[in-house]
T-cell receptor
Framework: NAGVTQTPKFQVLKTGQSMTLQCAQD?????MSWYRQDPGMGLRLIHY???????DQGEVPNGYNVSRSTTEDFPLRLLSAAPSQTSVYFC??????????FGPGTRLTVT | GENVEQHPSTLSVQEGDSAVIKCTYS??????FPWYKQELGKRPQLIID?????GEKKDQRIAVTLNKTAKHFSLHITETQPEDSAVYFC????????????FGKGTSLLVTP
């Protein structure tokens, strides 16, 4: 099992550009989440999904879109990147109210 | 929104001493409370978790206690070692869902030899 994978590892965007952060898991987990991590702020929940076709907003959803068309994939879309979205992004998945498996993260810089 | 407060933000102990990190939460529906360890540049990794029907859980040198009435939970690390140095995050489930978490802001633990 590859576990939770994220691509790309690093990305630099200009303000106003759009992009998609990819997240995939091969553990057949129903539940997947996106977090962002900023220095001194811990991890903040952006969006989450409880299964294919079902998503909901977390603490900081503005500027981000998600969809869940398959159990395996949960991409995060930045519609119009802003410098405030410079952060490290982690995707996580779990099969029950239990251990969340985190991906390796994507370090995003918006200039 | 739901809040998880974590203290202290930094903690320095000598090798062999104990370390205690405390968290409080505001969502009375939370029923799952994990603790994560994150080393520099790496992903968070679960070290221990506790559910609301349990007051204490122990795994070797690590223990977690939960007081649902007071809405606080704590991480205890005994006989600390230099490799315990990392940032530790507490979290509480978003309502009773369990799979979406609200995190504390982290405690940077330094264990000096």
């Amino acid at each position: 099992n590859a576990g939770v994978t994220q691509t790309p590892k690093f990305q630099v965007l200009k303000t106003g550009q759009s992009m998609t952060l990819q997240c995939a898991q091969d553990m057949n987990h129903e539940y997947m989440s996106w977090y962002r991590q900023d220095p001194g702020m811990g991890l903040r929940l952006i969006h989450y999904s409880v299964g294919a076709g079902i998503t909901d907003q977390g603490e900081v959803p503005n500027g981000y879109n998600v969809s869940r068309s398959t159990t395996e994939d949960f991409p995060l879309r930045l519609l119009s990147a802003a410098p405030s979205q410079t952060s490290v992004y982690f995707c996580a998945s779990s099969y029950s109210p239990s251990e969340q498996y985190f991906g390796p993260g994507t370090r995003l810089t918006v200039t | 929104g739901e809040n998880v407060e974590q203290h202290p933000s930094t903690l320095s102990v000598q090798e062999g001493d104990s370390a205690v990190i405390k968290c409080t939460y505001s969502d009375s529906a939370s029923n799952y409370f994990p603790w994560y360890k994150q080393e520099l540049g790496k992903r968070p990794q679960l070290i221990i978790d506790i559910r609301s029907n349990v007051g204490e859980k122990k795994d070797q040198r690590i223990a977690v206690t939960l007081n649902k009435t007071a809405k606080h939970f704590s991480l205890h690390i005994t006989e600390t070692q230099p490799e315990d140095s990392a940032v530790y995050f507490c979290a509480a489930s978003k309502g009773n869902s369990g799979y979406a978490l609200n995190f504390g802001k982290g405690t940077s633990l330094l264990v000096t030899p």
